[in-house]
């Protein structure tokens, strides 16, 4: 068995518990088909039913698959996606959780990452600190984050955090792997001020130098800086420039290499998302959910600072 299948089997076993009498879909496009391929032998071996599915790449992350593969997401039991664009936040993963289907999306994935960094945390431990943090989401009415001088306030009120550990054992669970993060919908329309975004960028990749977003009620108003014009989709109508996801991320052995899956899990930062958030609560429906991530960053929830700099304080 080679090293990709080896990692391969072990997510199936490990993140998600699959068992020999259920059907495992893989889902790929033309950058995946070699971890594809791997993860569809491991679930043979495994005993599995094991179904890959090859479409072709889809232009933007939150795109919908074609409807052949969205209709055998649905019917699948468990659904593996190492796709180049992420099926996350798109209708047929909704679906698909509603039906049951466990589902794990791996968007960007490449071979060193599926090998590498985060896929290779203790998850016993991303687990812990993901609940907490995900309870405290969830309980405040605020979140403030504090970055280099500017400071940026969003309304969290009313909506729940969502827990993205990379184990999805139960029916209908479903998150990224490699994971480690806990996020929330804000109410659309309730953030205010501005950030710096300077991990990287969704849409654009690992940033060489800072992003300056000024926001106010919810919608994305102004980015400055080296290739924010790389970032016009966000400014094309209030729907794609809406401010959908604040995240924290719980990953101790993510690493920071432009590709926003592993990115937005990296121990101690946070990121913001502008676009789609209805598959986590909210209510905004666009034509993209591009993620920025902000590295050491001081975020408080209502008054009490769980973050100093990148150091987690909980």
């Known amino acids: 068995m080679n090293t990709l299948q080896s990692i391969a089997k072990n997510i ?34 495994l005993g599995c039913e094991a179904i890959l599915m090859h479409m072709g790449e889809r232009e933007v992350s939150g795109q919908e698959p074609p409807k052949a593969v969205a209709a055998a ?19 047929a993963r909704i679906e698909a959780a509603k039906n049951g289907t466990r589902v794990a999306t791996m968007p960007g994935i490449t071979e060193s990452m599926f090998s590498n960094g985060a896929m290779t945390a203790n998850y016993d431990e991303v687990v812990k600190l993901t609940a907490t943090v ?25 909506r729940n ?11 209908g669970q479903c998150g990224n792997l490699p994971s480690g993060e806990a996020y929330i919908a804000p109410m659309e329309n309730g953030s205010n001020g501005e950030m710096i975004i ?6 654009v990749g690992k940033l060489d130098s800072p992003l300056h977003m000024v926001i106010t009620d919810g919608k994305l108003r102004k980015v400055t800086g080296d290739k924010s014009e790389m970032l016009d989709i966000l400014l ?7 401010l959908c996801e604040l995240g924290i991320g719980t990953n101790e052995k993510a690493i920071l ?20 958030n209805t598959s986590f609560g909210g209510v905004n429906k666009a034509a993209c959910h591009l993620d920025g991530i902000i590295l050491k960053p001081t975020l408080y929830l209502d008054d009490q600072m769980i973050i100093r700099e990148g150091v987690f304080l909980v």
Do not use: W
């Not at 309980?139 to 009313?158: C, F, S, Y």
């Not at 432009?258 to 676009?275: N, P, Q, R």
């Open 12 to 45: 199936l076993i490990s993140n998600m518990g699959v068992t020999s009498s259920e059907e495992v879909l893989v889902v790929v496009d033309d950058t995946t088909l070699k971890i594809g391929n791997a993860v569809y032998e491991a679930a043979k071996e």
């Open 73 to 91: 997401m649905k019917a699948a039991d468990v659904v593996i996606a190492p796709t180049a664009k992420s099926l996350t936040h798109t209708l």
């Open 134 to 158: 995900t309870e405290m989401l969830t309980k405040a009415k605020t979140a403030r984050i504090e970055k280099d001088g500017q400071t940026l306030v969003i309304d969290i009120n009313g």
């Open 161 to 171: 955090g969502v827990p993205s550990p990379g184990v999805y054992k139960q029916a």
């Open 198 to 203: 300077d991990g990287s960028m969704g849409g």
């Open 236 to 242: 094309a109508n209030e729907t794609n420039g809406t």
């Open 257 to 276: 290499n432009g590709i926003i899956l592993e990115d937005e899990k990296v121990y101690g930062t946070v990121h913001i998302a502008f676009g789609t």
